[in-house]
């Protein structure tokens, strides 16, 4: 009976009424253990503090960054068919804290190991909290969908995103005060860092088992493999998708340049090791601050604008990251800069510059997508676009090997010119903008080219 129906509908929806809350904080929660944790920044600092081998720090970030990609590939698949989700969020939260608490017990008893086995370990439990980590993101936004009031769903979404930026500023002063000079000597700074990564995904994950989901909703299906290949395959057809994902590669690839930075900062400059919370501080900052000025410029330019700012900020950040030492060593610097920490300070401008392009390729990408497929498409097009940045996540360990012969400071100049080649390549992208057709206002009568009316 209808009346059945929706009685029993609206039982199941009782005690809903906090789950957009503890949505929020949980998300926020997760969010804040990746902030101690950033690739780019934190992975490869911690990683050149465990090895002199470039290649090994290459591949700790590549790790990092290319296991954040293909669980996601391959869980959207499997919630899909799942009438509950919250079991594989809880399931990934739980392997993910085991992972860092192992870690931190190991580094509570860093005395026992040589740091070629702290960082064997260390790498061992990156692979495993990485993975589950990004296993756990689809199952965890198919769980928001499905148990936030659709009134609530933009309100959340926009909320934990805010707030996870604004913790993760929090993240990179506490790791500043931690690897600071009156913080523990390393890698007992480092076995903190990680535990309170792990004590905030325990704390997330719990409150995410406190959210409520529905019993009734259906699982939804999804496109079979072959399905999926051949929806891949046609979205090459697409010529403004054509050229995005050939652009989205290249600036993906010229991203691995991202931890050379870092790395070249404490090698070439001897930066104070505190000073990477400090930078992630800065880079999460930059992201909150330029957000609104990326959805300004989105409105009277379109996407492809946001595409390119994003490319230009990174070509900034490496030519920032090339010319501060020469700065520091002018004699301009000499007379006028008597601070200790001036250069580390000035270094810092290159993690702003970071954290502006990144929040500008974030929004880009995804407007841009929205802009030129067909709603119809966009799980391909998507799936397509997340299985290159897979594979093209993988390019520090091959950035980093020819560091090792070529030196850091010809490998930044070789990520400048390709970054500058990847700004030359968005010119070729699709200005939606420029290229929307407003309909001609219509008339009562319309005279064809023979001139009868009709």
């Known amino acids: 009976?209808?009346?059945?129906?929706?009685?029993?509908?609206?039982?199941?929806?009782?005690?809903?009424?906090?789950?957009?809350?503890?949505?929020?904080?949980?998300?926020?929660?997760?969010?804040?253990?990746?902030?101690?944790?950033?690739?780019?920044?934190?992975?490869?600092?911690?990683?050149?503090?465990?090895?002199?081998?470039?290649?090994?720090?290459?591949?700790?970030?590549?790790?990092?960054?290319?296991?954040?990609?293909?669980?996601?590939?391959?869980?959207?698949?499997?919630?899909?068919?799942?009438?509950?989700?919250?079991?594989?969020?809880?399931?990934?939260?739980?392997?993910?804290?085991?992972?860092?608490?192992?870690?931190?017990?190991?580094?509570?008893?860093?005395?026992?190991?040589?740091?070629?086995?702290?960082?064997?370990?260390?790498?061992?439990?990156?692979?495993?909290?990485?993975?589950?980590?990004?296993?756990?993101?689809?199952?965890?936004?198919?769980?928001?969908?499905?148990?936030?009031?659709?009134?609530?769903?933009?309100?959340?979404?926009?909320?934990?995103?805010?707030?996870?930026?604004?913790?993760?500023?929090?993240?990179?002063?506490?790791?500043?005060?931690?690897?600071?000079?009156?913080?523990?000597?390393?890698?007992?700074?480092?076995?903190?860092?990680?535990?309170?990564?792990?004590?905030?995904?325990?704390?997330?994950t719990f409150l995410v088992g406190l959210i409520r989901e529905p019993k009734r909703l259906q699982p939804v299906s999804t496109p079979t493999m072959m399905d999926g290949l051949r929806g891949a395959t046609r979205q090459l057809r697409n010529g403004p998708f054509r050229r995005f994902v050939l652009f989205r590669t290249l600036a993906a690839i010229t991203a691995g340049f991202d931890p050379v930075i870092i790395v070249y900062g404490l090698d070439r400059l001897g930066l104070p090791f505190a000073y990477v919370g400090y930078y992630v501080a800065a880079y999460a900052a930059a992201r909150i601050a330029s957000g609104p000025l990326w959805i300004w410029l989105a409105r009277i330019s379109g996407h492809r604008a946001l595409l390119q700012a994003a490319t230009a900020f990174r070509l900034f950040a490496l030519g920032a990251a090339l010319a501060t030492p020469a700065i520091v060593e002018s004699g301009f610097w000499r007379d006028n800069v008597s601070r200790p920490n001036g250069p580390a300070i000035l270094f810092g401008l290159c993690f702003v510059l970071l954290g502006v392009g990144a929040s500008a390729v974030a929004q880009g990408s995804f407007g841009y997508l929205n802009e030129t497929v067909p709603q119809s498409e966009r799980f391909h097009a998507s799936s397509l676009t997340n299985t290159l940045l897979m594979i093209a996540a993988f390019a520090p360990i091959v950035i980093f090997s020819v560091a090792e012969e070529r030196g850091l400071d010809d490998l930044l100049t070789a990520g400048a010119i390709l970054t500058l080649i990847a700004l030359l390549l968005s010119g070729l992208l699709t200005n939606s903008v420029a290229t929307v057709r407003r309909p001609a206002p219509l008339s009562p009568t319309r005279v064809t080219r023979q001139g009868t009316a009709r």
């Open 1 to 204: 009976m209808a009346g059945a129906e929706i009685r029993r509908f609206s039982i199941d929806r009782q005690g809903m009424t906090l789950n957009a809350p503890i949505a929020v904080i949980a998300s926020a929660l997760l969010a804040f253990a990746d902030a101690f944790l950033i690739p780019a920044i934190v992975i490869a600092a911690v990683t050149s503090r465990l090895t002199t081998e470039l290649s090994t720090i290459g591949l700790a970030v590549s790790l990092a960054g290319g296991l954040w990609y293909l669980p996601q590939i391959l869980a959207t698949g499997v919630i899909q068919h799942r009438r509950r989700v919250k079991p594989v969020i809880l399931l990934g939260g739980s392997l993910r804290a085991a992972a860092l608490g192992l870690f931190a017990y190991i580094g509570f008893r860093a005395d026992d190991f040589t740091e070629t086995e702290l960082l064997r370990w260390f790498l061992f439990s990156l692979v495993i909290a990485t993975a589950a980590s990004a296993f756990s993101i689809p199952p965890l936004n198919a769980l928001l969908i499905r148990a936030v009031r659709p009134d609530q769903r933009r309100q959340v979404f926009t909320i934990r995103a805010v707030l996870a930026l604004l913790l993760a500023v929090l993240a990179g002063l506490i790791a500043a005060r931690v690897f600071g000079a009156h913080g523990p000597g390393f890698p007992r700074s480092l076995t903190l860092v990680i535990l309170a990564a792990a004590a905030c995904v325990a704390a997330g």
